[in-house]
C-alpha cells in the first residue's frame, strides 16, 4: 500500500474518530439544553400557578360567597384542573399542569403515583424547591414531571386550619384537608411535559447540526489531505525518485531544497549522501585500478622476496616439485644448494638491518649473475638462499661434480667486495649441496631438509667451504631429532634426575675428598664445602642414563632449553628449602641458559618460585655465560640488578672463553669468575694456559670477586690453583657428580661425624 493512501486512510480514521467524539458531545450538549429550557418552562408555569392561586384564593374569602356548585370553580384547588383540561384546546404542547395532593378536597386532584412519590420526598426534605424526572404512564406514555411542593401559608388557615375556624359553607362541604399548619406541606404542583415533544425538538435541532459538522468535517478532512500531499507525499515521492535514480548509478542527482522544515533537512541529508556515495564511487574506481594494478604486486610478494626480488621459498618448493616430476620421466639429476652467509648476524648487528639488506640485495645480484637458463636462485629466510639446478646429467657422479663446480664459482664470486653504498664488503658462505634421489617417496621437503643438514656441516666445519648431503647425515640429523623429540616428553614424564657435584675452598686434595661437614664449616685439614653445583641427567627408557653432551646442546637450539631451565630451578628450590628447614642450609649453583634469562617473565618467575618454595635467596648462585652480554647490555644489567636486590649471586661461567670484556663486569652485580676447564687442565705444564688463569685471578683479585675454577682433577693442578690465590675447587678430586639424594645422604653422614 502506498504512503499516500497509508496518510489518507489514518486521516479518514482520525477524522472519523473525532467526528464521533464531537457530535456524542454536541448530542450530550443539545440534550442537556433542551431539558434545562424545558425546566426553564415548566417554573414559569409553577410562577404563574402560584401567583394565581393565593390571588384567586385570598380574593374569593374576601369575596364571601358560599361555596356550592356555582362557586366552587372559582377556587383555585378546583379551578386549575378544570383550566388544564380547557388548555389542549389553545395549546397543541400536550403540557398537562395540576395541583394536587394527598388530601384532596377535589378528587379530581387527587395525587398519582409518581406525584405521591414527591409528596413524600419533599415532606423528607423540606428544603428541596422542586424536582424534574422522566416517567410514562399507565398508556405507556412518557412525559418530563415537574413538581414543586405547595407549602401552608398563613392565608391557607381560613381554610385549612381548624374546622372552626374555616367559613360555613367550606364546613358544611368538605369534611375533610383541616388542620394544617403552617408550613405543612398541602400538596404539589404538578407539570407533565410529553417527551415526544421534547424528542421533535431535539432531533430537529440535531439534524441540523449534524448536516452542518458532517459538512465542515468533510471539508477539513479533504483540507488536511491536500495539505498533507502537498507538504509530505509529495516531497517524499520526489525523494523516493531521487533515491531511485542513485540506486540506478545517477550519483549527480540532488533535491532541490525549498525550506527548513524536517523533509527539506531530509533531501539536505539526501544530497550530503548523494554526494559521499559519488565520492565514494570515484574513490571506489581509483581503488579498483589500484588494485587491478596491485595485483600482479600481490602475486610477486606472494611468491618472491621483498627484498632482494628472488623467488621465495613458496616458489622454490612449487619449482622443486614440478623438477621432481620431470626428473623421473627423463632420468636427468638435479641438485639443490643452499647458501648461509657466515657471520651475517654480527654485520647485522653492528652495522644495522639497513646495511644488512643491502648487503643481501648486492649478493642476490651477485649470485644472479651465475646463474644458467633454467636455473633458480631463492631467498629462504634471513640470510639463506637456494639455488636449484635441473637437468645437470644422467649420471650421478657427472651431476655430483657440476653442482660442485658451480659451489666452487660461488665461492669464487664472493671473493670479490660486494659494493655497499660508499662501501666494499667481503664476506663468505658456507654451502650444502644435495642431489635428488631416485626414490619416488622423496618430496620438496625431503630435498630441502637433507641440503639443510650438509648445510649444517659446513657451517660447523668452520664456514666457507661446501659439503655434500651423505646417507650418514641424514642418520645423524634423524638421530637428534628423535632425541629432541624424547626429550621434549621426558621433562613433563620425570626423566629427569638432579645431580650435585662439591665445590670445596682450596685445601689438600685427601682433606677435602671425605666430602664431611656443612657448608661454610672447615673441614680436616685446610678446606672447607662451599656448596655444590647443581647438574641433569636423562634417565632414558631404553638407553639408560644420558650425560648432557647428549641433550643439551640439542635443548639450547629450542625452547626446549627454557623448560628444561624451569624444572632444574624448581627442583633446587625446592632442595635448599627442605635441607634449610631440616637444618641443613645449603648453597647451590645452577646454570641459566642465555634464552631463558632474556625471556620478559624471567625476574618475575624466579621471585614467585622462591616465594613459593620458600628458598633463601641468599643460598642461590645463578651462573650465566659471556654470551648473555652481547646483546642489550642495558637490560640484562636491569634484571640482574633486581635479582642481586633479593640476595641472589650471580658468577660468570666458563670466564675467558667466550666475549670477556672488563666493561661488562665492572657495570654487572657479578660475585664469581669460574675457570674453564680448558685452562685448569693444562696449567701447572703449559705456560700460556698459566698465564690465562694468573690473569684472571689477578682481575677477579682486584675486583673483589670470588673464583671457582673447574675441571680440577689432579693434585698437581690443586696445588697450582692454591699457590696462587684462595680458589674454590670443583673436579673430580673432589667428587663426581652424583644424584641429589645420594649426595645429601653422603653429606649428612659426614656432618653426623
Known amino acids: 500500500m502506498k504512503l499516500k493512501t497509508k496518510i489518507w486512510l489514518l486521516l479518514g480514521a482520525l ?23 424545558t425546566e426553564a418552562e415548566a417554573r414559569t408555569i409553577y410562577g404563574y400557578m402560584m401567583a394565581t392561586r393565593r390571588v384567586y384564593q385570598q380574593q374569593f374569602v374576601a369575596s364571601g360567597l358560599p361555596v356550592n356548585e356555582k362557586t366552587v370553580g372559582f377556587l383555585p384547588a378546583h379551578s386549575f384542573s378544570r383550566i388544564s383540561r380547557d388548555f389542549a384546546n389553545w395549546n397543541q404542547s400536550g403540557i398537562l399542569f395540576n395541583n394536587v395532593s394527598d388530601q384532596p378536597r377535589n378528587p379530581n386532584n387527587r395525587a398519582d403515583r409518581f406525584e405521591m412519590e414527591d409528596i413524600a420526598l419533599y415532606r423528607a426534605n423540606p428544603k428541596l424547591r422542586d424536582r424534574t424526572r422522566n416517567i410514562a404512564d399507565a398508556q405507556g406514555v412518557s412525559y418530563l414531571l415537574y413538581t414543586a411542593p405547595i407549602w401552608i401559608e398563613p392565608y391557607c388557615l381560613q381554610c385549612h386550619g381548624t374546622r372552626e375556624s374555616a367559613p360555613k359553607s367550606i364546613r358544611d362541604r368538605y369534611t375533610s384537608a383541616y388542620g394544617y399548619q403552617v408550613g405543612d406541606l398541602r400538596g404539589v404542583v404538578s407539570i407533565k411535559m410529553p417527551t415526544l415533544r421534547l424528542d421533535t425538538r431535539r432531533n430537529e435541532l440535531w439534524g441540523g447540526q449534524l448536516l452542518k459538522s458532517l459538512a465542515s468535517y468533510a471539508i477539513l478532512f479533504l483540507a488536511l489531505g491536500f495539505l498533507f500531499d502537498r507538504l509530505v507525499t509529495r516531497r517524499l515521492a520526489r525523494l523516493q525518485a531521487g533515491a531511485e535514480q542513485l540506486a540506478a548509478g545517477d550519483y549527480g542527482v540532488r533535491m532541490e531544497k525549498t525550506g527548513e522544515d524536517e523533509i527539506c533537512r531530509l533531501a539536505d541529508a539526501f544530497n550530503r549522501m548523494a554526494e559521499a556515495v559519488e565520492t565514494r564511487d570515484q574513490a571506489l574506481q581509483r581503488e579498483i585500478a589500484e588494485k587491478q594494478r596491485g595485483a600482479a604486486e600481490i602475486h610477486r610478494l606472494a611468491y618472491f622476496d621483498g627484498i632482494t626480488g628472488l623467488p621465495n621459498r613458496v616458489l622454490l618448493l612449487d619449482r622443486l616439485a614440478q623438477l621432481l616430476a620431470a626428473g623421473r620421466r627423463s632420468g636427468q639429476q638435479e641438485a639443490l644448494i643452499l647458501l648461509n652467509i657466515d657471520r651475517f648476524k654480527t654485520i647485522n648487528d ?52 657440476s653442482a660442485l663446480v658451480v659451489a666452487e664459482k660461488i665461492h669464487t664470486a664472493l671473493r670479490a667486495p660486494l659494493r655497499i653504498g660508499d662501501e666494499e664488503v667481503t664476506v663468505t658462505a658456507s654451502l650444502g649441496l644435495a642431489l635428488f634421489s631416485e626414490e619416488l617417496a622423496e618430496t620438496s621437503e625431503t630435498i630441502l631438509r ?19 648431503f651423505e646417507s650418514s647425515m641424514g642418520e645423524s640429523a634423524e638421530q637428534r631429532f628423535q632425541v629432541e623429540r624424547e626429550l621434549r616428553s621426558a621433562i613433563p614424564a620425570g626423566e629427569l634426575r638432579l645431580y650435585l657435584q662439591p665445590q670445596v675452598e682450596g685445601c689438600a686434595p685427601e682433606r677435602a675428598k671425605s666430602f664431611l661437614g656443612r657448608p661454610g664449616e672447615q673441614l680436616e685439614g685446610d678446606g672447607r664445602l662451599m656448596g655444590a653445583e647443581v647438574l ?66 624471567f625476574v618475575p618467575w624466579i621471585r614467585d618460585l622462591l616465594a613459593s618454595s620458600g628458598a633463601d635467596p641468599s643460598q642461590l648462585t645463578l651462573e650465566v655465560t659471556e654470551g648473555l652480554m652481547i646483546d ?47 685452562f685448569v687442565q693444562d696449567a701447572p705444564d703449559n705456560p700460556d694456559d698459566a698465564a690465562l688463569v694468573e690473569t684472571i685471578l689477578s682481575v677477579a683479585k682486584h675486583m673483589h670477586l670470588k673464583v671457582v675454577a673447574e675441571g680440577v682433577e689432579t693434585e698437581a693442578q690443586a696445588d697450582f690453583l692454591n699457590a696462587r690465590a684462595k680458589v674454590t675447587h670443583q673436579g673430580y678430586l673432589y667428587g663426581r657428580p652424583e644424584p641429589a639424594e645420594t649426595w645429601i645422604a653422603r653429606w649428612r653422614a659426614g656432618e653426623a661425624k
Open 15 to 37: 477524522m472519523s474518530v473525532v467526528l464521533v467524539i464531537d457530535l456524542n458531545i454536541s448530542y450530550q450538549k443539545l440534550t442537556a439544553d433542551l431539558r434545562r429550557e
Open 350 to 401: 653492528a652495522r644495522g638491518h639497513a646495511f644488512g639488506d643491502a648487503l643481501l640485495q648486492a649478493l642476490g645480484e651477485r649470485l644472479t649473475d651465475l646463474l644458467r637458463d633454467g636455473d633458480t636462485l631463492a631467498r629462504l629466510a634471513a640470510d639463506e638462499f637456494a639455488l636449484l639446478l635441473p637437468d645437470l646429467s644422467q649420471h650421478m657422479i657427472k651431476a655430483s661434480r
Open 450 to 468: 637433507r641440503a639443510d643438514t650438509a648445510l649444517h656441516r659446513a657451517k660447523a666445519a668452520g664456514g666457507n667451504q661446501s659439503e655434500f
Open 536 to 601: 641433569v641427567r636423562w634417565q632414558h627408557p631404553l638407553r639408560g642414563l644420558l650425560p648432557p653432551v647428549v641433550f643439551i646442546p640439542l635443548a639450547e637450539e629450542s625452547d626446549l632449553i627454557v623448560e628444561l631451565g624451569i624444572w632444574v630451578m624448581a627442583e633446587s628450590c625446592a632442595l635448599m628449602a627442605r635441607e634449610n628447614m631440616a637444618g641443613h642450609p645449603l648453597r647451590l649453583s645452577v646454570n641459566v641458559s642465555p634464552r631463558h634469562f632474556r625471556r620478559a617473565d
Open 632 to 678: 642489550n647490555l642495558g637490560e640484562v644489567v636491569a634484571k640482574m640488578g633486581e635479582l642481586a636486590a633479593l640476595g641472589i649471586h650471580f658468577s660468570v661461567d666458563d670466564f675467558g672463553t667466550g666475549y670477556s670484556s672488563l666493561a661488562y663486569l665492572k657495570r654487572l652485580p657479578i660475585h664469581e669468575l669460574k675457570i674453564d676447564k680448558t
